[in-house]
């Protein structure tokens, strides 16, 4: 390539025209999943404080909702539920009449071509906010090489396979275990298919990092622990290649897709994980980045339109397929307004 003067790379910025005809990535509206808040009772629409735009919604809200996204042109959902009550071992994530699994049917009911995504863990469930089967008692821990008050992998993954059989009965499209276990991809593919459903996809959450930018969600989801904190199954943040050993495992177990989360401070991940695996891979852009945006916006720091794309748009350009983001309505809209 010809040096200066004979090669200006400014020569192709000229115009939006000529920028957009050599735009090497591409932002679309079918790239976007939308997470929704589920909670029981009727007529509820109440935004959630820590993520402005997004909400709480009962079930019986969700036929709107619904067709709002199909008009939009978003593809996807991912369901988080709020149940009503917890207890030890999270019965209501399993419960054939739990809010994910209603609110599954009734998306299904209302937009048969939505793609329904579930959350499968129990953190939201559970009393002590973890995400399995927490052994308090020294008792409990005899003989299994389990220190007081950890978190039993083994005993979890029969339940995680119960709350993945039971979605996939409701008519989810794809269940996406986030509670980072070991097997937990082999288990449920296993149940999935003994229950029959063998058409049932798994996203598994292959990457998850124990990040602070997770803040917010567990406000609207009310799944912080009660006590310690997630870093004993999470991924450590300064890890790379361990998030490559993480989705070779998941891969090799089944998983039809993989997910890195969270996605702006993982771009890095996200990269390598795109250059090594051929399955689609979908990025989280997680609760804290919409909300460090969302606030500078509201103090006049940053422009929130330009900001949030520009953000997607890295995170589709470091090699994601698909996007879950809590802006993908106000996306929609941007995207469609040129």
Same mark, same amino acid.
């Given at each position: 390539?010809?040096?200066?003067?004979?090669?200006?790379?400014?020569?192709?910025?000229?115009?939006?025209?000529?920028?957009?005809?050599?735009?090497?990535?591409?932002?679309?509206?079918?790239?976007?999943?939308?997470?929704?808040?589920?909670?029981?009772?009727?007529?509820?629409?109440?935004?959630?404080?820590?993520?402005?735009?997004?909400? &709480?919604?009962?079930? *019986?809200?969700? =036929?709107?909702?619904?067709? *709002?996204?199909?008009?939009?042109?978003?593809?996807?959902?991912?369901?988080?539920?709020?149940?009503?009550?917890?207890? @030890?071992?999270?019965?209501?994530?399993?419960?054939?009449?739990?809010?994910?699994?209603?609110?599954?049917?009734?998306?299904? #009911?209302?937009?048969?071509?939505?793609?329904?995504?579930?959350?499968?863990?129990?953190?939201?469930?559970?009393? &002590?906010? &973890?995400?399995?089967?927490?052994?308090?008692?020294? @008792?409990?821990? =005899?003989?299994?090489?389990?220190?007081?008050?950890?978190?039993?992998?083994?005993?979890?993954?029969?339940?995680?396979?119960?709350?993945?059989?039971? &979605?996939?009965?409701?008519?989810?499209?794809?269940?996406?275990?986030?509670?980072?276990?070991?097997g937990r991809i082999a288990?449920?593919?296993?149940?999935? *298919?003994?229950?029959?459903?063998?058409?049932?996809?798994? +996203?598994?959450?292959?990457?998850?990092? =124990?990040? #602070?930018?997770?803040?917010?969600?567990?406000?609207?989801?009310?799944?912080?622990?009660?006590?310690?904190?997630?870093?004993?199954?999470?991924?450590?943040?300064?890890?790379?290649?361990?998030? +490559?050993? @993480?989705?070779?495992?998941?891969?090799?177990?089944?998983?039809?897709?993989?997910?890195?989360?969270?996605?702006? %401070?993982?771009?890095?991940?996200?990269?390598?994980?795109?250059?090594?695996?051929?399955?689609p891979l979908v990025a989280y852009?997680?609760?804290? @980045?919409?909300?460090?945006?969302?606030? =500078?916006?509201?103090?006049?720091?940053?422009?929130?339109?330009?900001?949030?794309?520009?953000?997607?748009?890295?995170?589709?350009?470091?090699?994601?397929?698909?996007?879950?983001?809590?802006?993908?309505?106000?996306? %929609?809209?941007?995207?469609?307004?040129?």
């Amino acid at each position: 390539m010809s040096s200066f003067p004979q090669y200006r790379a400014r020569r192709l910025r000229c115009s939006e025209n000529l920028r957009r005809l050599v735009r090497e990535t591409t932002l679309s509206t079918g790239d976007l999943i939308y997470p929704l808040f589920l909670i029981h009772g009727r007529g509820l629409r109440e935004e959630i404080p820590a993520m402005p735009g997004n909400y &709480h919604l009962s079930v *019986d809200q969700l =036929a709107g909702e619904a067709q *709002d996204l199909v008009s939009l042109g978003i593809p996807a959902v991912l369901l988080f539920g709020l149940p009503a009550c917890k207890d @030890e071992t999270g019965r209501e994530a399993y419960d054939p009449e739990g809010i994910v699994q209603q609110g599954v049917r009734a998306l299904k #009911a209302a937009a048969p071509e939505l793609v329904v995504i579930t959350d499968v863990c129990l953190c939201e469930y559970t009393n &002590h906010g &973890h995400c399995g089967v927490v052994r308090a008692k020294p @008792e409990q821990c =005899a003989g299994k090489g389990l220190p007081n008050g950890c978190l039993d992998n083994d005993a979890t993954l029969e339940l995680l396979a119960r709350i993945a059989v039971s &979605h996939a009965a409701a008519g989810a499209d794809i269940v996406a275990p986030s509670d980072m276990m070991d097997g937990r991809i082999a288990a449920i593919r296993t149940a999935l *298919d003994g229950a029959g459903y063998p058409c049932t996809a798994i +996203l598994s959450y292959a990457a998850k990092y =124990a990040s #602070a930018f997770y803040g917010p969600f567990r406000q609207a989801a009310g799944s912080a622990p009660e006590y310690g904190d997630r870093r004993g199954y999470q991924m450590d943040p300064p890890n790379q290649r361990e998030a +490559l050993r @993480e989705v070779a495992q998941d891969v090799d177990e089944g998983a039809d897709m993989v997910m890195v989360k969270p996605a702006l %401070a993982y771009l890095d991940v996200l990269c390598r994980v795109r250059e090594r695996y051929n399955l689609p891979l979908v990025a989280y852009n997680v609760s804290g @980045e919409l909300s460090m945006v969302k606030a =500078a916006a509201a103090a006049g720091w940053l422009d929130e339109r330009r900001a949030a794309l520009e953000i997607l748009t890295a995170i589709k350009r470091a090699g994601a397929d698909a996007i879950i983001t809590y802006w993908a309505k106000d996306a %929609a809209r941007w995207l469609r307004e040129g």
